[in-house]
């Protein structure tokens, strides 16, 4: 799911927004939600991580402008270059994690071999028969699918009772898990595979390092790009994970099965995401940075009052207790936005102010996306074309689904988009263009 | 066969497609994206009313790049990965000295070579071909359109006549110079302008400088 990090100066949201569309004046229920919204001055958006164990649900906001009538032109400017940005810090991470995935899979022979599977695809795929092969691939897919629901479900109901406490240990687990048991195996076939020899002692250090200092960025302080870092690599190497024990049928049923959850769940008024969201945004409180990743840097800074070029890379500190109280999520843009008013827009006013907005988009998204370009280099016999085709289909969706935000202002999933495309990219290019682009390949002919 | 023939294959044919995009597109944001999109970036022209010539050649210059990288990426990539590979071609276990012997070796590494220029230059070729064309499409120069078309069947039909690589490369890199000369000229160069860029007189015509949208 994918969110924009508020920015305070909402006459920006609303020419994005008219920008894209038509020039008409936001509705006054914008106005009036951005009087709420203020205090976070998140600019809203759900998001979700889609881990095998949980599922996150992010707090939404509804941001929107409140002064119409702005000239247009500079301000169109702005906000595309804006948008343009949010698009390029997006792609920046999913690609670097979808490039760790498949340069893993390419030369770490452990994460293609089939050994086992899953207990939430209980199904064998090794049947006589193809009709056999599908039917057990599609009972897999629903086994998992209703996993994720249940588990989905149970957050929404800790999270509706508020027992954060819960909540919390289980994300510190899940963290626990990937960062050192998941790392540890990853680092132990990475030696193998190269054959470099590594003592325990050296080994423990190594990866108690790795993991300490993960903790602490991921659910304490840190500086964002070692954050963001972190939450790259548990999220490729989680993608490790389903890529290899997910059978092969299997994980493609699976991921256009997410897919449509993922539209389902968040768009959709009962859906247990929306709920969850709406629920965070009555108690107007943040989600679990824990596993959303955001790109997010600097604060925003009132009028005039600090200058923005001295704010650096500066990190918001993340308050993980949850007390209801004091909410200083990560990456947000905090409290000096509560007593900012609504800015008439002078283009100086509004370049003082540039703060940096910033886009988050949920772990599971990052998961999901390398799952399918991961499946695509390990199995697609057309090795690279298949998997940069899918690389770009992936991109390309995630582009559209960031101008769809922009355009409606409200989370959005993210899979449906990218994975159809990735999809309809992986099965026409390993079936019908493989097959040309070897023949020409092979005869050294240019088209 | 070893990292040394990969990187230098690499670089070859991919070089001065990575230099176009570090220096004229990575800064730029709007631009990455129209290098994705492509021709969906018809769509993104409409929320941008403001701008007329420049960023419709800003435009073609992209998606030239793009469909450019795209082509020879698609092209290419397989025999880079293979270069990489354990280099026995023979597959039945023949040792590599066997194979070197028998005289098959030059011609797999002629084969590797003519693919790597030929990259290259198809992915220069079809960013002046952009060029060219969205400008025909724009002032209704049908002529440079057709041409378009023709010179591409032309180096395409240009790969059949195979295993004579040396004339094939070189009547496609003087396609490739003259569609060049002719892609400048169609941007708003001219020989003025060049002299001055050579010099480093002016400033303007610095392709990064232009801050075009």
Redesign the interface.
């Known amino acids: 799911m994918l969110t924009f990090m508020a920015s305070d100066s909402e006459e920006e949201v609303c020419d994005e927004r008219t920008?894209?569309m038509s020039a008409e004046s936001p509705p006054p229920r914008c106005c009036q939600e951005a009087r709420q919204g203020l205090e976070d001055g998140e600019n809203a958006a759900q998001w979700r991580s889609q881990d095998s164990e949980e599922d996150l649900d992010d707090a939404d906001r509804y941001v929107c402008s409140g002064v119409p009538g702005q000239p247009l032109?500079l301000e169109?400017?702005l906000t595309?270059?804006y948008g343009?940005?949010h698009?390029?810090m997006l792609?920046v991470p999913v690609t670097l994690c979808m490039i760790v995935v498949v340069a893993t899979i390419k030369s770490v022979r452990f994460y293609t071999e089939k050994n086992g599977q899953l207990i939430y695809t209980p199904f064998t795929e090794d049947t006589p028969s193809v009709g056999q092969r599908l039917l057990n691939s599609v009972l897999n897919t629903l086994i998992m699918i209703s996993v994720i629901v249940a588990m989905t479900i149970f957050l929404v109901v800790l999270y509706k009772y508020r027992c954060y406490k819960f909540i919390h240990g289980w994300l510190i687990m899940s963290s626990l898990m990937l960062l050192f048991l998941f790392t540890y195996i990853y680092l132990g076939e990475v030696l193998k595979t190269y054959n470099v020899a590594m003592d325990y002692p050296t080994l423990f250090l190594t990866v108690w390092n790795f993991g300490a200092v993960g903790m602490v960025c991921i659910h304490w302080k840190g500086p964002l790009v070692l954050q963001q870092a972190y939450l790259i690599m548990i999220s490729a190497l989680m993608a490790l994970v389903f890529i290899k024990y997910l059978p092969e049928w299997s994980a493609w049923v699976i991921l256009g099965a997410i897919s449509v959850y993922d539209l389902v769940a968040v768009l959709c008024p009962k859906g247990p995401l929306r709920m969850l969201v709406e629920t965070a945004q009555e108690r107007n409180e943040p989600i679990f940075p824990a596993l959303i990743y955001s790109s997010a840097m600097v604060w925003t800074v009132g009028m005039a009052k600090l200058d923005p070029s001295s704010q650096g890379a500066l990190q918001l500190p993340y308050d993980p207790e949850m007390e209801e109280d004091s909410y200083d999520s990560f990456g947000e843009p905090s409290y000096p936005e509560v007593f900012e008013p609504p800015l008439p827009g002078s283009p100086e006013g509004e370049l003082e102010e540039e703060e940096e907005r910033g886009v988050k988009l949920g772990l599971g998204d990052f998961i999901f996306y390398s799952v399918l370009v991961g499946k695509a280099a390990a199995t697609g016999s057309g090795?690279?074309?298949t998997t940069?085709a899918c690389f770009?289909a992936i991109?390309?969706g995630l582009?559209l689904t960031l101008l769809l935000l922009a355009v409606f202002k409200k989370a959005l999933p993210a899979l449906p988009i990218s994975i159809t495309f990735g999809l309809i990219f992986y099965f026409s290019t390993d079936n019908l263009v493989r097959p040309f682009?070897?023949t020409?390949?092979s005869?050294?002919?240019?088209? | 066969m070893t990292a040394a023939v990969f990187f230098g294959c690499a670089f070859i044919a991919f070089g001065p497609a990575l230099a176009l995009y570090i220096f004229t597109i990575a800064t730029e944001p709007l631009r990455v994206i129209f290098l994705i999109i492509g021709k969906a970036s018809e769509g993104l022209k409409s929320i941008n009313p403001d701008e007329t010539a420049p960023s419709m050649r800003l435009l073609a210059y992209v998606s030239g790049l793009g469909f450019g990288i795209m082509s020879g990426v698609f092209a290419f990539v397989n025999t880079l990965s293979d270069s990489l590979g354990p280099g026995t071609v023979g597959i039945h276990g023949d040792s590599p000295q066997f194979f070197l012997n028998s005289g098959a070796y030059p011609l797999i590494e002629k084969t590797r070579l003519n693919k790597t220029f030929m990259t290259l230059v198809i992915i220069l070729l079809h960013v002046f071909w952009g060029i060219i064309f969205f400008d025909g499409c724009e002032k209704k120069k049908w002529s440079a359109l057709l041409v378009v078309l023709l010179t591409h069947l032309l180096v395409s039909a240009l790969t059949f006549i195979s295993p004579h690589y040396g004339i094939n490369l070189v009547s496609t890199y003087i396609i490739m110079v003259l569609m060049g000369i002719w892609a400048f000229f169609v941007a708003g160069g001219s020989c003025r302008s060049l002299k001055f860029c050579l010099l480093c007189q002016d400033k303007d015509f610095l392709l990064f400088n232009q801050r075009s949208r």
């Open positions: 920008s894209l032109g169109e400017e595309l270059k343009a940005k698009v390029i792609f090795d690279w074309n940069l770009v991109l390309i582009c682009m070897d020409l390949a005869h050294q002919l240019y088209i």
